[in-house]
């Protein structure tokens, strides 16, 4: 979860495959805009000898745009503690996205023109007798959520 994960573009007709994020970085819930020229998704540096989750979440994971034309990166949250993550499109440019502060507390956030606004709060991700977290993979906001 931490390491040797990158987001790229595979070309099938050659075997080939194209990085797209900076070496020592990993990525984690990518996500494409309806018109496949842009890509959402966290990524933080790199860190092989982690001790669990506790550590793990204590490093920041921005939100970041890549351009697959271009391949020009955009940094677009700045969350001051914790990680940010599963962004989603709620529009052309606005998103929807999760962010898990150091101490396992999650949120839903809206980034709306540069602005960063809480939606809810609390949501559980973890277990609160073992600290542990009891969930981990891909989470699709539209199953949970209609914005109208």
Not at 17 to 36: C, D, K, R, V, W
Not at 135 to 146: A, E, L, M, Q, R
């Amino acid at each position: 979860m931490n390491y040797g994960k990158t987001l790229g573009i595979l070309n099938v007709l050659t075997g080939t495959f194209e990085s797209l994020i900076p070496q020592g970085q990993t990525a984690m819930t990518p996500y494409y805009s309806a018109n496949g020229k842009n890509i959402l998704y966290a990524s933080s540096v790199e860190i092989k000898n982690i001790q669990g989750i506790g550590q793990w979440i204590k490093v920041k994971h921005p939100i970041y745009k890549i351009n697959i034309e271009t391949k020009k990166i955009t940094q677009l949250t700045n969350s001051l503690n914790g990680f940010d993550f599963a962004p989603v499109y709620i529009s052309n440019k606005d998103i929807v996205f999760l962010r898990a502060d150091s101490v396992g507390n999650v949120s839903m956030w809206e980034l709306e023109d540069g602005n960063e606004t809480k939606i809810i709060d609390g949501l559980v991700f973890y277990s609160d007798q073992y600290k542990t977290q009891n969930y981990y993979g891909h989470f699709n906001n539209s199953y949970y959520i209609d914005f109208g």
